[in-house]
């Protein structure tokens, strides 16, 4: 650690004199490819510029050579590919560059910046001295990091920053004494000598000022780098001015939404290169909202992440991972009465009418099942009666974005304020209120219930997947005797109850068969491999966060076919956004896909003559000079994009009341998406030939809107009475002083004139507050919490006579003598504060209490042993569950919070007895 400026200070003049003109020589040598994307004035401008008047010529950039062994303390054994990719990251280190690891999701990126660490230790490359590299990536992700340090690198100290603030604040001073005085004199410890140092991006903006100082960074990696994609945002502004050598991205997905998020990174990489005044360009070429998109500035921006970037996907050639085929099914489903009235009132308003032509449709007069809607008709007019109340509430002012609002009502209709029954209660209308939920709830039927197969279930919102729970709880999941079991991910998910969902759900023996993911919180960082079928509920804007999450399941190690399931509202904003999705996959297809691997293709001729064992990957063609400078979209990518770019795809119009009815396979059948590509013409040249470029770029020329008053093809307006409009238009005329004309404000009571306000005061309220005005707004009162029940016999001897200390917040007890003795000075502690917590509610290794631990203490049924996620041995345990049977016998049927029951190594081995974790 760094103990002062002035060390600093040093050691940053150390990094200009020594690094900055390796990257400036770099840069000037490749200025053909930086210069067609900056302005006028700009670095290279500047540079040259200063060369000039100084009269030096340049250094030389060094060339990239390919490395023919990775280094000797690996402990992987490196795939061709992933050897070249630490080639390409040894050569941006060389040259004083930061770069761009852009392989798609699970080729190994991390694997591949472990060993450049190793390498850099191996090969003394450092300035100054020896200074630790900082990972900086998503809480999902951050135990990968960890474990696979710990079993690819062993010779890297790798220390994990992260916790509640009382953890992190004993991490910092534990890494402050690396350089202390007490160090120096031969007190050895485990953070002797830092290496690696992995934290979050929330962590990170927490501390963003101790990592600052703390150290001078080697290199700074953003794992999942595309956070920063929006440069205003807290994160990149706190990473923006982080100090570190180097700076390396890691993300599969580089390019998403549009050109100005990738100025973003390069704006990180090279912020004297793309400094402030470098945005607009990139702003004008990629703008759909304008129709504006332009492919000569996307060839050039091709080119330079080719220079800086290595890309490689599951299909390249010479990675042939032997994935298994991915297949997408996109089911159009309709609108289910009730959600066709809660979409239509968004947008006009209308109750009474609306109802009756809803309830009076011929399709439901006839249908054979009209009963199983009669549900869902008594809920929509208990909502209506309910509206002249609700509307004067702050709620139906949440309904201000209409947009989120459609999108949800397009899922289920309950995530509307007041849609639900009141009170709420399981039945069939769960299933019923929605199309999307009675095409979900036939997939769960057929592929986890008949085939016994592993679903992952993805939606952008949470309480969609609290309605997917009712829906899942009502097919008997997660009960006695039931089909399945379901896990749950979202953004409150601990970090260890993450961890081991990921441990249960992988296990082909568990009955774990369904999990419920957030998109964004769970898209990243899961290796969920034993699943073999994905079900979108919606999809993202983004259409890269989309095959982020599918790439949970479609990774290395997936032995089985994986089938996506997508559904889509037919007629409504959903639709609308499929056009957006398509040209912003467009935009990653234009430059991701089609770049080549230049770095290869050179080395490669320059050693042309020279004799290389590299077997087969000398047959490789990442393209070469020779080849075509544009790479294109082929003609079926192209044709696929802009048949469903269009906003409204004309197909047969589905029976949502027959649906109920139908099989799996009618499912597939009427719903899914079989729009054929005869419409859109063919260039001369065969199926692999270039489309017409006319054609393209009238599609690319076409202003992509999403207009939430479209419905069904049709335009909608918001009703307003007309003798509202007026009193509306009248009272905003009104002076301030004149609307209290005439309008007594107090009230006479026992001869005392009152003020009407002060009636609304609640007990002990000097003025009303919002509870006071509609108790509907105060603090639910709190039940009083039940006593815990507790076991007769001692956790650590079995026994039940004598006197018994019971735990606080979980059922075990213990006799005084059989607890260890710093247990029984915390028995006369909390006997001052009526609490007493038990040696279960930390870890017996490390001390760590359940916050710290992640959320989530291991604990043994048959000792007195519990366990952090780092210290409990999974090899020799075993996982029992959530609960137990003897929890149960005492009426405790949901099992603990915090809490996952064990038997632990010492209790499985035979012959071992009870309390050998005490």
Not at 14 to 27: G, M, N, S, V, W
Request: net charge positive; glycine share 8%.
């Amino acid at each position: 650690m760094i103990n002062n400026e002035s060390e600093r200070g040093k050691i940053r003049q150390e990094i200009l004199e020594q690094t900055k003109p390796k990257r400036d020589a770099f840069i000037l040598a490749h200025k053909t490819t930086f210069l067609p994307l900056l302005p006028a004035q700009n670095y290279i401008k500047k540079l040259e510029s200063q060369l000039a008047d100084s009269g030096d010529n340049h250094a030389d950039f060094v060339k990239y050579a390919l490395l023919d062994n990775p280094p000797v303390h690996v402990k992987a054994t490196m795939k061709t590919y992933q050897l070249e990719g630490l080639s390409f990251l040894v050569h941006m280190h060389r040259n004083g560059m930061p770069a761009i690891l852009g392989d798609e999701m699970g080729l190994g990126k991390t694997l591949q910046t472990l060993a450049l660490f190793q390498w850099l230790a191996e090969n003394g490359m450092t300035t100054g001295e020896t200074r630790p590299h900082l990972v900086v990536c998503p809480l999902s992700v951050v135990s990968s990091w960890t474990t696979e340090a710990r079993k690819w690198v062993p010779g890297l100290n790798v220390v994990r920053f992260h916790g509640p603030k009382v953890e992190r604040e004993r991490l910092k001073q534990v890494l402050s004494d690396t350089t202390s005085s007490k160090r120096s004199q031969g007190k050895a410890g485990m953070y002797d000598r830092i290496d690696v140092i992995v934290t979050t991006y929330e962590t990170f903006t927490a501390e963003q000022r101790w990592f600052k100082r703390a150290f001078a960074w080697r290199y700074c990696i953003l794992d999942e780098g595309h956070k920063i994609k929006n440069e205003k945002t807290e994160i990149s502004s706190a990473i923006q001015s982080l100090q570190a050598e180097f700076r390396l991205l890691l993300t599969g997905t580089p390019l998403q939404n549009n050109l100005k998020e990738m100025w973003a990174l390069l704006h990180w990489l090279l912020p004297d290169v793309f400094s402030e005044n470098t945005q607009d360009l990139f702003k004008q070429a990629f703008d759909l909202s304008r129709g504006k998109v332009s492919p000569t500035f996307m060839d050039n921006a091709r080119r330079l992440l080719e220079l800086i970037m290595l890309r490689r996907m599951k299909s390249s050639p010479g990675v042939n991972l032997g994935l298994p085929p991915k297949t997408e099914i996109l089911l159009y489903v309709p609108l289910t009465p009730m959600q066709r009235f809660w979409y239509t009132r968004l947008l006009t308003k209308a109750d009474n009418l609306l109802l009756d032509e809803l309830a009076t449709a011929d399709s439901l007069e006839t249908a054979d099942d009209a009963e199983a809607w009669a549900e869902s008709r008594r809920i929509m007019e208990q909502a209506i009666s309910a509206g002249g109340d609700h509307e004067k509430t702050t709620e139906w002012k949440k309904l201000m974005n209409i947009m989120r609002q459609l999108q949800k009502t397009c899922n289920h209709p309950y995530l509307i304020p007041n849609a639900a029954p009141e009170p709420y209660y399981l039945g069939e209308h769960v299933k019923t209120a929605s199309g999307k939920f009675i095409v979900l709830d036939k997939l769960v039927e057929e592929l986890v219930v008949k085939q016994k197969k592993k679903v992952l279930i993805f939606s952008q919102f949470t309480r969609t997947l609290d309605i997917c729970e009712d829906l899942l709880t009502l097919r008997g999941a997660n009960s006695w005797g039931g089909e399945f079991r379901y896990l749950r991910f979202d953004g409150q998910t601990a970090r260890a109850i993450r961890n081991l969902g990921i441990r249960l759900f992988n296990d082909p023996q568990s009955d774990f068969r369904v999990m419920l993911i957030s998109t964004r919180a769970g898209g990243l960082g899961l290796n969920l491999a034993s699943a073999s079928d994905i079900i979108f509920l919606d999809e993202d804007w983004n259409p890269q966060v989309t095959l982020q999450a599918e790439a949970r399941a479609h990774r290395i190690g997936q032995t089985k076919p994986v089938t996506v399931y997508k559904l889509c509202t037919q007629g409504t904003i959903e639709e609308q956004m499929q056009g957006r999705i398509r040209k912003k996959l467009y935009l990653s297809a234009k430059i991701m896909d089609s770049m080549r691997n230049i770095h290869y293709a050179e080395s490669t001729h320059a050693a042309v003559g020279k004799k290389r064992k590299r077997g087969a990957a000398d047959s490789r063609d990442f393209g070469s000079s020779s080849s075509q400078d544009e790479p294109p979209l082929r003609t079926s990518q192209l044709k696929s994009l802009l048949r469903r770019g269009a906003q409204t795809l004309a197909r047969p119009e589905v029976d949502v009341m027959a649906m109920l009815t139908w099989t799996f396979d009618e499912i597939l059948e009427r719903c899914k998406d079989g729009a054929d590509d005869s419409h859109i013409p063919n260039s001369a040249g065969g199926g692999d030939a270039l489309v017409a470029e006319a054609d393209e770029r009238a599609w690319l020329a076409t202003v992509e809107k999403v207009e939430t008053a479209i419905f069904e093809g049709k335009r909608h307006h918001r009703a307003l009475d007309d003798r509202a409009l007026h009193e509306q238009q009248q009272q905003m005329e009104l002076h301030r002083a004149n609307r209290r004309l005439n309008k007594n404000t107090t009230v006479e009571i026992n001869g005392f004139a009152v003020n009407k306000d002060s009636l609304l005061c609640a007990d002990w309220e000097a003025v009303p507050t919002l509870a006071g005005k509609d108790p509907r707004l105060a603090d639910p009162v709190r039940e009083k919490k039940a006593p815990m029940p507790h076991q007769d016999t001692c956790q650590h001897c079995g026994k039940g006579k004598g006197h018994m200390i019971l735990c606080t917040n979980c059922p075990r007890a213990y006799h005084l003598a059989c607890l260890a003795p710093r247990f029984r000075a915390k028995v006369c502690d909390g006997a001052r504060r009526k609490q007493f917590f038990c040696p279960q509610h930390e870890c017996a290794s490390c001390g760590a209490k359940t916050a710290e631990a992640g959320g989530l203490i291991f604990r043994c049924r048959g000792c007195v042993g519990g366990w952090c996620e780092d210290c409990f041995n999974f090899e020799a345990g075993r996982l029992v569950g959530d609960t137990v049977p003897e929890l149960e016998r005492l009426g405790i049927n949901g099992g603990l919070s915090g809490a996952w029951w064990v038997e632990c190594a010492g209790c499985v081995a035979p012959g071992k007895g009870r309390g050998k974790g005490k």
